[in-house]
């Protein structure tokens, strides 16, 4: 309670921004992943109902598993990195809907680089449980023979995006592992 009487004072609901963040952080995961599967949606299911196994990358031949993988990769790129980026800085349309912002931890505004940093490298590989990108290349991996590591690497990126979650509610700025690592701060859009 005493933490939350503190950052009242200093113009900052810490609580309002985790549940916000929170939200957007649902709506990017539901739309990213939709856009993602939309060949398979549309195009490959052939008029059968969806099934779990459309979405494995191996029920295809190798170029069209590849092509479907490679999409949802630039899908999260461009959603996470490019618009953020150049659309809208320092904002996915989850975030923008929820009102917040990825800045640098001095309030300015997030570079390309550091975006680069913060998603492809923190939340896909560091992190990577629920992240498209992360998700798309655990997809890819036994494409070329490096099934053995998917269960590993999916349970270990698991137990990391849940420390990750657990550290950014302990810490008073909110700051997940894929912060720290970029130097950013999810903060509410003024």
Known sequence: MAKRKISKQKGIDVAEVRMRRFFAMLIDWYLGQMIAVIPITFYFRQGEYLQAEMFDLTQYDFGTGLALGI?????????????????????????????????????????????????????????????LMASQLRNLMPLFGLSFLVHPWTYLSYGLTLLSIGYAYMN???????????????????
């Open 71 to 131: 999409y949802g990769l630039l899908v999260g790129v461009i959603y996470y990195v490019v618009i953020p980026s150049f659309i809208f800085p320092g904002q996915t349309l989850g975030k923008k809907w929820c009102k917040v912002i990825v800045k640098k931890q001095d309030g300015t505004e997030v570079s390309p680089l550091q975006l680069c940093l913060r998603e492809l490298v923190g939340a896909t590989f560091l992190e990577g449980g629920i992240i």
């Open 172 to 190: 008073q700025k909110s700051r997940c592992f894929h912060d720290l690592l970029a130097g950013t701060i999810v903060v509410k859009k003024d």
